[in-house]
């Protein structure tokens, strides 16, 4: 199985600021990486496929990086709408798994 | 819209029997691959099954693989979890989801998620 790894675990972000979120996998996974966002008390939400292809209807300010091993979110001027947590998940072994989180807080 | 609206969650004995739906609207349901995501209580994203679009491929966390059996039904646009066996650590929210991709094309991961039904394994 591969493993996913999140750091931080919890991030504080002033309004404004870029946030930098970081995913790590056990293994290559290629670019088979998927970025999801959980508001308190919602499902996820899709916000990045292919490591770097934004879904549909997702703010330009969120942009994904990264191949391999190691990848990338990063929200570029940060609203208090994305008060979240932040997943990413690897497709490309079964089984699919994801990573543990990183909570975005606001300042 | 695309919607996907769980139900048949609740509180169950170890051992015990449940089965969860999730209904479908707003989009062709027949063309998806469809997966089952779980959630325990304060914690991380866990895949559980996936079924494709057609029925005949299905494929198992192996947490669940021998008590849990995902099915669907075309002609309802119903995606359903048979869970036996229940154990206090089946605890969780249940989401349905769906894939990214279409017929022999799935993605893999998940562009639509349906609110999630909370299941309770308690004696």
């Known amino acids: 199985e591969i493993v996913m790894t999140q750091s931080p675990a919890t991030l504080s972000v002033s309004p404004g600021e870029r946030a930098t979120l970081s995913c790590r996998a056990s293994q290559s996974v290629s670019s088979n990486l998927a970025w999801y966002q959980q508001k308190p008390g919602q499902a996820p939400r899709l916000l990045i496929y292919g490591a770097s292809t934004r879904a549909t209807g997702i703010p330009g300010r969120f942009s994904g990086s990264g191949s391999g091993t190691e990848f990338t979110l990063t929200t570029s001027s940060l609203q208090s709408e994305d008060s979240a947590v932040y997943y990413c998940?690897?497709?490309?072994?079964?089984?699919?798994?994801f990573g543990g989180g990183t909570k975005v807080e606001i300042k | 819209q695309v919607q996907l609206v769980e139900s048949g969650g609740g509180v169950v004995q170890p051992g015990r029997s449940l089965r969860l739906s999730c209904a479908a609207s707003?989009?062709?349901?027949?063309?998806?691959?469809m997966y089952w995501v779980r959630q325990a209580p304060g914690k991380g994203l866990e895949w559980m099954a996936v079924i494709s679009y057609h029925g005949r491929n299905k494929f198992y966390a192996d947490s669940v693989k021998g008590r849990f059996t995902i099915s669907r039904d075309n002609s309802k646009n119903t995606l359903y979890l048979q869970m036996n066996s229940l154990r206090v650590d089946d605890t969780a929210v249940y989401y349905c989801?769906?894939?990214?991709?279409?017929?022999?094309?799935?993605?893999?991961?998940?562009?639509?998620w349906g609110q999630g039904t909370l299941v309770t394994v308690s004696s």
């Open positions: 998940q690897q497709y490309n072994k079964w089984p699919l798994t």
């Open positions: 707003g989009f062709t349901f027949s063309a998806y691959a």
């Open positions: 989801a769906r894939d990214g991709g279409t017929y022999d094309n799935p993605s893999y991961w998940f562009d639509t």
